[in-house]
């Protein structure tokens, strides 16, 4: 007799206001199985798990576990039915142990008291069985992000989840975590455990996975096996062209130094220093790429360039000149800035995507005259540029929140270059935006760099910092550990070095 699916899923729909966010879906995990599911922004994948682990209730459609159909009202039922979800953003608490946070909701007790002792006990056995070392006596706050990771799969696993979602679970990982975690998730399906892997990273999807399902526009668009798949096959299922995944430029062409930073100290808000003592140079018509682990100080770096965090010590300079620590000043000067949070810094989202695309400018000619809007530039400006930019959306009118997340970056984009810069200063750019807002967002940053304009790109997708970086420094602990050309870079030492690894040590292959 067959046995069952782990997992089957028969007809799932549900519905927004305009939207069909999931269209009769139906797939099946098996026992054990590694199954990948990809999508463009917007495809329906985050619905179907809401779905899963009851946080969203369908529409219509049934859901099976071991052939015994189920409905799942909240997550905890979800639990109950033995599924597990580990969210992109972790759903840790900072101020607690690794211990406690894994135990959380489902303490041992007796007479009323935590039997920490079995507990422990437990955690033991299940980081022994799966190889997810994890210190679970230190606070949360204080765990690199790897190992918060394991932490969020050691407490599904503590709760006897049977099925696993990881959703974009090496988004914040070094290549050297995200082989560890593969190693992991290799363990777990071999010992029975079945997994939904999603992801936008279409190598670990045909390295990791057994079979792949791609969604468009909340329907499945077909399953297939990774020996019959491409990188291209895949891109093309998901967005329904065909899309040019290589970054094609000419070797970058260096001008004078734009940017100079000189023995910066910044601190973050809990006034900790985490950029120690940083310099670094860009030059006109280049691309220096940052990579590192996202909590190294990147952000803060950023922010100090753009005005929006103090600076203890240190000097950041453009063209020569000290930068104000005035965000309007320093948009003035010639800097755009593509912000790594496009809801909660790049956009308002309660105003209409022309009102958006002035942002950094509505108070000067055209757009205004003293104290007046000028309605009629701006809307001629916003028309232009929506269909520059290929911006998708029914009206310039339509809020920006209402827009998908590729197409709220391309807002962006288009605002900061639509005038005159000098320096473009972009953090995480495409981050969880689909491959054919992508390919656009990477061709524009090229452009920019063509026309002389010297980049700054901070990303977490290494993959992105070899496309395009020209230069390429490695930052760790709020300092740069590295700069090197990246015709000269690969994968493995730029890991090492975001890892830690001494550059010396690096070259020396220790």
């Known amino acids: 007799m067959q046995q069952p699916s782990a997992l089957e899923v028969r007809n799932v729909t549900k519905q927004f ?24 922004n917007g495809a329906g994948k985050s619905t179907l798990m809401n779905i899963l682990y009851g946080l969203i209730a369908p529409d219509e459609g049934a859901i099976f576990i071991n052939g015994r159909q189920v409905t799942i009202h909240n997550p905890a039922d979800a639990i109950r039915q033995g599924l ?8 840790l608490v900072d101020t607690l142990t690794a211990a406690e946070n894994i135990m959380l909701g489902t303490e041992i007790a007796r007479n009323g008291v935590i039997a920490e002792r079995e507990a ?10 799966y190889g997810l070392i994890v210190p679970v006596d230190v606070l949360v706050q204080d765990l690199p992000v790897g190992v918060q990771q394991r932490v ?18 090496t988004a914040v990982l070094t290549p050297q975590e995200a082989e560890d975690l593969f190693r992991v998730m290799r363990e777990l399906a071999g010992q029975g455990r079945s997994i939904i892997f999603i992801s936008h990273k279409l190598k670990e999807v045909l390295s990791i996975a057994d079979r792949i399902t791609v969604l468009r526009r909340g329907a499945v668009v077909g399953t297939v096996l990774p020996a019959a798949a491409s990188e291209r096959s895949l891109a093309t299922m998901m967005v329904g062209r065909s899309v040019e995944l290589e970054v094609t430029k000419t070797p970058a062409k260096p001008g004078s130094v734009v940017l100079e930073v000189r023995d910066l100290v910044v601190e973050d808000d809990r006034g900790q220093v985490i950029v120690d003592h940083l310099d670094l140079d860009v030059c006109a018509g280049e691309v220096l790429g940052i990579a590192g682990v996202q909590g190294n100080g990147q952000t803060e770096l950023v922010e100090a360039i753009n005005g929006l965090r103090p600076i203890e010590s ?18 003035e000067g010639g800097v755009a800035y593509i912000p790594d949070d496009r809801k909660g810094t790049g956009l308002v989202l309660g105003y209409p995507i022309a009102d958006n695309l002035v942002l950094s400018n509505y108070y000067v000619p055209p757009f205004a005259h003293g104290i007046v809007l000028d309605e009629g530039q701006i809307t001629s400006h916003a028309e232009q540029l929506v269909k520059q930019f290929d911006i998708r959306t029914p009206s310039i009118w339509t ?9 709220q970056q391309k807002v962006i984009v288009a605002r900061e270059f639509s005038r005159p810069i000098k320096l473009l200063v972009a953090a995480q750019p495409t981050r969880g935006i689909d491959v054919g807002s992508i390919e656009f967002i990477h061709r524009s940053i090229i452009a920019q760099r063509d026309q002389g304009v010297a980049v700054l790109l901070v990303s977490a997708e290494l993959d992105e910092i070899l496309s395009l970086a020209d230069r390429i420094a490695v930052m760790f602990h709020g300092r740069i550990v590295a700069t090197l050309p990246a015709a000269q870079a690969n994968r493995e030492q730029i890991g090492l ?14």
């Open 17 to 40: 206001p305009g939207v069909v966010a999931n269209d009769h879906i139906s797939f099946t995990l098996l026992p054990g199985e590694i199954h990948a599911f990809l999508g463009e």
């Open 84 to 91: 597990g979800m580990v969210h992109q953003e972790y759903a």
């Open 120 to 129: 422990n006990r437990r955690m033991a056995e299940l980081s022994r069985s």
């Open 152 to 169: 969020e799969i050691l407490k599904a696993l503590y709760h006897n989840a049977k099925i696993l979602i990881l959703d974009e679970p």
């Open 314 to 331: 240190g000097t950041i300079r453009l063209q020569g000149q000290p930068l104000q620590a005035d965000p309007r000043a320093i948009t």
């Open 399 to 407: 809020h920006a929140g209402s827009l998908s997340g590729g197409n």
């Open 497 to 510: 070095l975001m890892a830690g690894v001494a550059h010396a040590d690096v070259e020396n292959g220790h």
